[in-house]
């Protein structure tokens, strides 16, 4: 028997070596393939939404759960011996609250003196002029007194809540522009807004518009949360009068 020469033995290895390498290399492609492919976006199952439904309503506080109206810190429009109050947590700057304030205003017209409301700041952290806002109705019962308290608010709704502008709307209701600023600048309201705003919470107030409405004789209390139609707010008060 003739035996393999060195270069034959040479060439047996090799091809012997290369067959194992494919081998492993198959292997390995194989295991990258399966993670790849498992990584891959499965396609999409369909979703079944949900049917939309009314946002739920604050919570219904006691009548003790309330911080009492104090004619000489808060912001009274209307008869304020009215027998209805409607409570009002809101922020210059929400969508919502802006869209309710026409409806509160004709609940007043409807109404007349049965009824009264009061402002009180609920200022959302995430809403940039809201703080400001609130410091700013503040400035403005400071240099001209309640009139002017609401004529600001009234401004602010109907043309926006803008840090940049607050001192043209007081220049526009009759506020001395410069004074306005100063006391804007100064903070000094920061304090009394974010007790107020305390105070809804403790009332059970979760957003904004947060309406209360008071019968102050009975001390019953309901609640209309959100911008909702004037019918609604009408039935809650005509509720409380019965």
């Known amino acids: 028997m003739t035996l393999p020469t060195p270069q034959q033995e040479t060439k047996k290895w090799f091809g012997i ?7 492993i290399i198959g292997f390995a492609g194989a295991k990258i393939g399966g993670t790849a492919a498992l990584k891959q976006p499965t396609a999409p199952t369909a979703q079944v939404q949900p049917t939309p439904t009314a946002p739920p309503e604050d919570p219904v506080p006691d009548f003790s759960d309330i911080e009492a109206i104090n004619p000489s810190t808060d912001h009274i429009r ?5 027998t209805i109050t409607i409570l009002e947590y809101s922020d210059t700057e929400c969508p919502f609250c802006a869209r309710v304030h026409p409806t509160l205003q004709q609940l007043l017209t409807d109404y007349g003196d049965t009824v009264n409301w009061v ?6 952290s995430f809403h940039q002029s809201a703080q400001k806002g609130a410091e700013s109705l503040e ?5 001209g007194g309640n009139d002017k308290f609401w004529a600001m608010i ?12 607050f001192a043209e709307y007081a220049k ?11 006391c804007l ?3 000094k309201y920061a304090t009394k807004t974010a007790e107020m705003m305390q105070s809804g919470t403790k009332a059970g107030i979760q957003g904004t518009p947060g309406n209360l409405i008071i019968n102050n004789k009975t001390k019953k209390v309901a609640v209309v949360s959100g911008a909702q139609p004037l019918q609604n707010f009408k039935d809650a008060i005509d509720g409380l009068l019965k």
């Open 119 to 124: 402002f009180r700041h609920y200022p959302l």
């Open 154 to 165: 009234d401004v602010i709704y109907e043309k926006g809540s803008d840090n940049a502008k």
């Open 185 to 187: 600048d100064s903070g």
């Open 78 to 82: 209307g008869n304020k011996d009215a």
């Open 17 to 23: 070596t290369m067959v194992l390498v494919g081998v």
């Open 172 to 182: 526009e209701i009759g506020l001395n522009q410069t004074a306005f600023q100063k």
């Open 139 to 143: 400035c403005a019962a400071e240099l």
